[in-house]
């Protein structure tokens, strides 16, 4: 086990770029080794909303215990809740289970967000509404330049923002390089309850395409609306809401089922998350000084049990920096090597997800309606999957 407070890091000048889930977790770690780290963040205050995550195995629930956060995030858990298929006509086809979704504990990504920051605000340094816009490595650090603060140079860069990584693509190339669309955009949006659900959530399919309504965790008047759609690239401004509503508009119009009443929630919705089903490949995380962690290194946005690897990765990176205090390269590289088949392994359950989802053909979709109806299969998946999420000995 690493040694987590050996205060070797005291001095070190690391910036994070990415305040979600893996940079308040490393920022969590550089602390407890002594080291005040910058995280700066491009929304302009932390973010309380999101859907659910979820961590499953012996490795999630170790890293959150020695974080000293396991119960808070018990406290918050909301737990996965069952799924009913249904058809047209709202009849019932199939039962997806709740741990299947929800793992051994779910907690909205906010509240995690909000618990992370919560253990790191005394000794980390948060700026909001900034990003980094040109990375320049010098011999003995990093120079930042920043859309809003003045420039700075650190020890060392880490970009913990995310898929579509702005860190990755000053410092190691274009996105196209390293970010496979995996054929599916998924959006998230709040909605009336009108089909008026409680304890159980409903999801409609047809071919390509899904969406689902799932209670809200605290006001039953509303559901919390996810919906998948079969796609190449849809070339879009990610910061453009006008337009995704009406991508999604256009691409979930005449479903059936309640899908119209749920559309209709779009407009008003707080929030809306859009995005595609993506991975994240990059064949070295580290270039210099600059190294990624969580999705910016191996994201793959649903079913890649991506918070838990975040949470791992930032306690492998702490650890290896602390282990080779002054010598980067060494970190890098230990950090790395140890993490890389693990993150990979759960990487890849994010494959298919988009196809269990939503089917492509009335054939698969029957198919995958016939396997939800098989206790002992689903019942082997989840095992399996649980297996891959434990499969880091944290030492
Ligand atoms: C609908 C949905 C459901 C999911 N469900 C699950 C689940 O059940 N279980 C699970 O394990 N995972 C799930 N995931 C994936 C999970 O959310 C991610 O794997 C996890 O959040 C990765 O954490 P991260 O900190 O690496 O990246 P992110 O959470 O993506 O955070 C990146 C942060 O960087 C910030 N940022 C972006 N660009 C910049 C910039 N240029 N400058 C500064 N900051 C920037 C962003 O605002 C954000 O705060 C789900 C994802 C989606 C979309």
């Known amino acids: 086990m690493f040694d987590h407070s050996s205060r070797a890091l005291t001095g070190t000048n690391i910036l994070i ?28 205050a932390r973010r309380d909303t999101g859907f659910a995550v979820d961590f499953r195995g012996a490795t999630h629930l170790t890293v959150l215990e020695r974080m000293g956060i396991l119960d808070d995030v018990r406290r918050r858990q909301t737990g996965g809740i069952p799924t009913t298929v249904v058809d047209d006509a709202g009849h019932r086809l199939a039962d997806v289970p709740a741990e299947w979704g929800g793992g051994q504990i779910e907690i909205l990504l906010g509240d995690l967000t909000r618990i992370l920051h919560e253990r790191t605000g005394q000794h980390t340094e948060y700026v909001f509404g900034d990003t980094v816009t040109a990375l320049t490595e010098t011999a003995d650090g990093v120079h930042v330049t ?5 420039p700075r140079t650190f020890d060392l860069v880490v970009g913990a923002d995310g898929l579509h990584s702005t860190v990755r693509r000053l410092a190691f190339g274009p996105e196209s390089r390293f970010v496979t669309h995996l054929g599916y955009y998924v959006a998230a949006w709040e909605a009336d309850n009108e089909p008026g659900i409680d304890g159980t959530a409903l999801m409609y399919n047809v071919p390509g395409k899904m969406i689902m309504a799932v209670p809200h965790r605290s006001d039953r008047a509303k559901v919390d609306v996810f919906a998948l759609l079969a796609s190449g690239p849809i070339d879009h401004d990610r910061q453009d809401r006008r337009c995704q509503e009406q991508i999604l508009t256009e691409a979930l119009t005449g479903m059936g089922w309640r899908t119209a009443t749920l559309l209709d929630g779009l407009w008003d919705s707080p929030a809306l998350y859009f995005d595609s089903l993506s991975r994240a490949d990059v064949p070295s995380w580290s270039t210099g000084r600059t190294v990624l962690l ?32 002054g010598d980067h390269r060494r970190a890098f590289a230990g950090y790395e090597r ?18 269990f989802l939503a089917p492509l053909t009335a054939d698969a979709l029957d198919a995958r309606n016939r396997l939800l109806g098989d206790q002992d299969l689903l019942g082997e998946r989840l095992a399996d999957s649980v297996a891959t999420a434990a499969g880091f000995d944290l030492g």
């Open 17 to 44: 770029c990415g305040a979600s889930v893996a940079g308040p977790a490393l920022a969590y770690w550089l602390g407890r080794h002594g080291c005040r780290a910058t995280v700066v963040e491009l929304s302009p």
């Open 146 to 150: 920043f859309r809003r603060a003045r």
């Open 294 to 325: 969580g999705d910016a290194a191996a994201g793959a946005t649903l079913g890649g049990k991506g918070t838990g690897s975040a949470l791992v990765g930032a306690y492998v990176l702490a650890g290896e920096l602390a282990a080779a205090p």
């Open 338 to 355: 140890r993490l890389r088949a693990y993150v990979t392994a759960c990487q890849d359950g994010g494959q298919a997800t988009g196809e």
